[in-house]
C-alpha cells in the first residue's frame, strides 16, 4: 500500500529551482506526477512541504492558468494566490478529484467560475477572493459536500445565491460579500448548520432576513449590512447564543427592536444603525454584558433611553443619534467607565448633563447637539485632559464656559454654536495645540478675540459669528497658515483688516460682513488665491476695490456691498467704496453671485462682466454708477437677477 503523498504546486514561493514560467513549472509537476508510480522517493526529494516554505521568497507570476494543470489529476493542494494571474479559471481544474485545497485568490482572474469545480468532491477550502470574476454562482457547488471554507469576495458575481449552497452542510466559512449578488437571502441557509461565519455585506440581497437563520447556533459572526433587506428583524436571531458580531446595518429593516437579542451574551458588536427602526428601545439590551460597541444611530426609534443601558460596563462606543428619544439621559450612564465615544446628537432629549459623566474617565467622543439640553457645562468636563471632539451645538445651554475647558489641550473639533452661552471670549478660551475646528456662533459671548488663536496652529475653521464681540481682529491669526474657514460676521468688530491675512494662502472662506470694520481691503489679500468666498458686506471699508481681487480665480461668491476674488462664488463688498468697478473682476469666471450695492461707485459697468458666464445674481444698487448697461451683459443668458 503506497503511503498517500501531499503535492504542493506553490507559485507564491520561490523553490530551489526556478521556473521561467507557470507552464515550465506544471510541466515539472505533471513529470513527477508521471513518475510516482515508479518512484514515490524521486518525488519525496523534490516536494515541498508548508514548513519549508515558511521562510522562502515571494516571486510575481502572470499571464493566464494553463489548461494542462487539470491533468494534475494526483495534486491534493493548489496554491496560485497573489500573483498576477489573469484570464478566465480553467474549466480542466475540474478534472483534479483529488484536490483538497484550491487557493487562487489576489489575482486578476475573470470570467465565470466554471461549473466544472463542482466536481471537486474532495476539496476542503475554495479561496477565489480578490479577483475579478463574473457571473453567476454555479449551483453546482453545492455538490462539494466536504467543503469547509468558501470565500468569493470582492469579485463582480451577480445574481442569486442558488438554493444548493444549502447543501453544504459541513461548511464552517462562507464568505461573498462585496459583490453584486441580488434576490433573497435563501431560507435553505439555515441547514448549514456548521456555520461559524456567514458575511454577505455589500451587495445587491434584498428582501426579509430569513427565520432560519436562527438555526445556525455555532454561528459567531454575521454580517448583512449594506445590502437591501427588509422586514423585520427575527426574533429567532436571539438563539444565536453563541454570536459575537451582528451586523445588519445600512438596510432597510423595519419594525421593532426584537427583545430577544438581549439573550446574545456573547455579543461584542452590535450595529444596527441606518435602517428604519422604530419603537423603544428594549430594556433586554442590557443583559448584553459583553457588548463593546452598540450603534443604532439614523433610525425612528423612541421613548426614553431605558437606564439599563447602564449595565453595559465593556461598551467603548455607544452612538443612538439620529432617532427620536426623548426624556432625560439615565444617570445609569457614569457605570459605564469603559464608555469612550457617546453620540446623543439629533433626538428629542433634554435635562441636562447627568453629573455622573464625571465618572467616564476615558471619553474622547461627547456628541449631544440637536436636543433640548439645558443647563450650564459642569467644571468637571475634561478634567483628564481626554476629550476630543465636544459637539452640544442647538441646544437650550445658557451660562459661562468652565475654566476646565480653557484647559483642554486635547480638543481637536468643538461646536458649542447655536446656544446662549455668556462670558468673556478673550478669557474663556485658552491654547489648543491639537484644535481642527470650533464653532463659537450664535451665542452671547462678548469680549475681544484673544491672539490666543494664533498659537493654534492645526486650526482649520475657526467660526465666532453673531456674538457680541468687540475690539479688533488680532493680527496673530494670520500665523494660522492652514486656516481654510475663517467665520466674524456679525459682531462689533472695529478697525481694519489685518495685512497678516495675506499669509493666510489656503484660506477658502472669509466672512467678516456686519462689523465696523474700516479702512482699506489690504492689497495682501491678493496672495488669497484658493478664495471661493469671500464677504465683506456692511462694513466702514473705503477707498477703492483693489485690482488684486480679479486674481481670485476660484472665487464663486463675492459679496462687497464691498469685494471680488478667482475662486470665489459668492462676493459681497457692500461699503462705501468709491471709484470705479475695477474691470479684473471679470477675471473671477466662477462667479455665481456679486453684490456691490451700497458703495459709491462711478463711471461705467465694465463689459468685462459679461465674462462672468456662471453669474446668477448681480446687484450694483445704490451706487453713483452712469451710461449704458453693455451690450454683452444684455445677452448674458445665465443672469437670474440683476439689481
Same mark, same amino acid.
Given at each position: 500500500m503506497v503511503p498517500k503523498i501531499f503535492y504542493f504546486l506553490m507559485f507564491f514561493t520561490l523553490f530551489t529551482v526556478t521556473f521561467a514560467s507557470v507552464e515550465e513549472a506544471t510541466a515539472l509537476l505533471k513529470w513527477n506526477a508521471n513518475v510516482l508510480s515508479q518512484n514515490n522517493s524521486l518525488l519525496a526529494s523534490w516536494t515541498l512541504s508548508t514548513d519549508a516554505c515558511r521562510g522562502c521568497s515571494l516571486v510575481s507570476y502572470s499571464g493566464p492558468i494553463p489548461i494542462t494543470l487539470g491533468d494534475l489529476t494526483e495534486l491534493n493542494v493548489l496554491y496560485l494566490?497573489?500573483?498576477?494571474? %489573469?484570464?478566465?479559471?480553467?474549466?480542466?481544474?475540474?478534472?483534479?478529484?483529488?484536490?483538497?485545497?484550491?487557493?487562487?485568490?489576489?489575482?486578476?482572474?475573470?470570467?465565470?467560475?466554471?461549473?466544472?469545480?463542482?466536481?471537486?468532491?474532495?476539496?476542503?477550502?475554495?479561496?477565489?477572493?480578490?479577483?475579478?470574476?463574473?457571473?453567476?454562482?454555479?449551483?453546482?457547488?453545492?455538490? *462539494?459536500?466536504?467543503?469547509?471554507?468558501? %470565500?468569493?469576495?470582492?469579485?463582480?458575481?451577480?445574481?442569486?445565491?442558488?438554493?444548493?449552497?444549502?447543501?453544504?452542510?459541513?461548511?464552517?466559512?462562507?464568505?461573498?460579500?462585496?459583490?453584486?449578488?441580488?434576490?433573497?437571502?435563501?431560507?435553505?441557509?439555515?441547514?448549514?448548520?456548521?456555520?461559524?461565519?456567514? %458575511?454577505?455585506?455589500?451587495?445587491?440581497?434584498?428582501?426579509?432576513?430569513?427565520?432560519?437563520?436562527?438555526?445556525?447556533?455555532?454561528?459567531?459572526?454575521?454580517?448583512?449590512?449594506?445590502?437591501?433587506?427588509?422586514?423585520?428583524?427575527?426574533?429567532?436571531?436571539?438563539?444565536?447564543?453563541?454570536?459575537?458580531?451582528?451586523?445588519?446595518?445600512?438596510?432597510?429593516?423595519?419594525?421593532?427592536?426584537?427583545?430577544?437579542?438581549?439573550?446574545?451574551?456573547?455579543?461584542?458588536?452590535?450595529?444596527?444603525?441606518?435602517?428604519?427602526?422604530?419603537?423603544?428601545?428594549?430594556?433586554?439590551?442590557?443583559? *448584553?454584558? %459583553?457588548?463593546?460597541?452598540?450603534?443604532?444611530?439614523?433610525?425612528?426609534?423612541?421613548?426614553?433611553i431605558p437606564s439599563e443601558l447602564g449595565n453595559l460596563k465593556n461598551l467603548t462606543r455607544l452612538d443612538l443619534s439620529y432617532n427620536q428619544l426623548t426624556g432625560l439621559v439615565p444617570v445609569s450612564f457614569g457605570n459605564l467607565r469603559n464608555l469612550q465615544t457617546l453620540n446623543l446628537a439629533a433626538n428629542e432629549l433634554s435635562g441636562s448633563i447627568p453629573k455622573e459623566f464625571a465618572y467616564l474617565d476615558n471619553l474622547v467622543l461627547l456628541s449631544m447637539s440637536f436636543n433640548h439640553f439645558s443647563g450650564h457645562l459642569p467644571e468637571w468636563l475634561c478634567k483628564d485632559g481626554k476629550l476630543e471632539i465636544f459637539v452640544v451645538n442647538g441646544n437650550k445651554f445658557t451660562g459661562p464656559i468652565p475654566r476646565s475647558l480653557s484647559k483642554c489641550s486635547s480638543f481637536k473639533r468643538v461646536r458649542f454654536n447655536n446656544n446662549s452661552f455668556t462670558g468673556d471670549l478673550s478669557e474663556t478660551f485658552g491654547i489648543y495645540p491639537e484644535l481642527l475646528f470650533i464653532d463659537l456662533s450664535d451665542n452671547d459671548f462678548h469680549g475681544e478675540l484673544s491672539s490666543n488663536w494664533g498659537k493654534c496652529k492645526n486650526l482649520i475653521d475657526l467660526r465666532v459669528a453673531r456674538n457680541n464681540i468687540s475690539g479688533s481682529i488680532p493680527p496673530e491669526i494670520g500665523n494660522v497658515k492652514g486656516l481654510l474657514g475663517l467665520d466674524l460676521s456679525s459682531n462689533h468688530l472695529i478697525g481694519q483688516i489685518p495685512k497678516e491675512f495675506g499669509k493666510l494662502t489656503s484660506l477658502v472662506k472669509l466672512s467678516v460682513q456686519n462689523n465696523n470694520i474700516s479702512g482699506y481691503i489690504p492689497e495682501e489679500l491678493g496672495s488669497l488665491t484658493k478664495l471661493e468666498s469671500l464677504d465683506l458686506s456692511y462694513n466702514r471699508l473705503n477707498g477703492s476695490i483693489p485690482k488684486c481681487i480679479g486674481d481670485f480665480m476660484h472665487l464663486f461668491q463675492l459679496n462687497l456691498s464691498n469685494k471680488d476674488f478667482v475662486h470665489l462664488f459668492q462676493l459681497n463688498l457692500s461699503n462705501k467704496f468709491g471709484q470705479n468697478i475695477p474691470k479684473d473682476i471679470g477675471r473671477i469666471t466662477q462667479l455665481n453671485v456679486l453684490d456691490l450695492s451700497y458703495n459709491l461707485l462711478v463711471g461705467g459697468i465694465p463689459p468685462q462682466l459679461a465674462n462672468l458666464k456662471v453669474l446668477v445674481n448681480l446687484n450694483l444698487s445704490h451706487n453713483g454708477l452712469s451710461g449704458r448697461i453693455p451690450k454683452e451683459l444684455e445677452s448674458s443668458s445665465g443672469l437670474h437677477d440683476v439689481v
Open positions: 494566490y497573489s500573483n498576477q494571474l %489573469s484570464g478566465p479559471i480553467p474549466a480542466e481544474i475540474g478534472k483534479m478529484k483529488s484536490l483538497e485545497y484550491l487557493s487562487l485568490w489576489s489575482n486578476n482572474l475573470s470570467g465565470p467560475i466554471p461549473i466544472t469545480l463542482g466536481d471537486l468532491t474532495k476539496l476542503n477550502i475554495l479561496y477565489l477572493y480578490s479577483n475579478q470574476l463574473s457571473g453567476p454562482l454555479p449551483a453546482e457547488i453545492g455538490k *462539494m459536500k466536504s467543503l469547509e471554507y468558501l %470565500s468569493l469576495w470582492s469579485n463582480n458575481l451577480s445574481g442569486p445565491i442558488p438554493i444548493t449552497l444549502g447543501d453544504l452542510t459541513e461548511l464552517n466559512v462562507l464568505y461573498l460579500y462585496s459583490n453584486q449578488l441580488s434576490g433573497p437571502i435563501l431560507a435553505e441557509i439555515g441547514k448549514m448548520k456548521s456555520l461559524k461565519y456567514l %458575511s454577505l455585506w455589500g451587495n445587491k440581497l434584498s428582501g426579509p432576513i430569513p427565520v432560519t437563520l436562527g438555526d445556525l447556533t455555532e454561528l459567531k459572526l454575521l454580517y448583512l449590512y449594506s445590502n437591501q433587506l427588509s422586514g423585520p428583524i427575527p426574533s429567532e436571531l436571539g438563539n444565536l447564543k453563541n454570536l459575537n458580531n451582528l451586523q445588519l446595518c445600512d438596510n432597510q429593516l423595519s419594525g421593532s427592536i426584537p427583545s430577544t437579542l438581549g439573550d446574545l451574551t456573547k455579543l461584542n458588536i452590535l450595529y444596527l444603525y441606518s435602517n428604519q427602526l422604530s419603537g423603544p428601545l428594549p430594556a433586554e439590551i442590557g443583559k *448584553m454584558k %459583553s457588548l463593546e460597541y452598540l450603534s443604532l444611530w439614523s433610525n425612528n426609534l423612541s421613548g426614553p
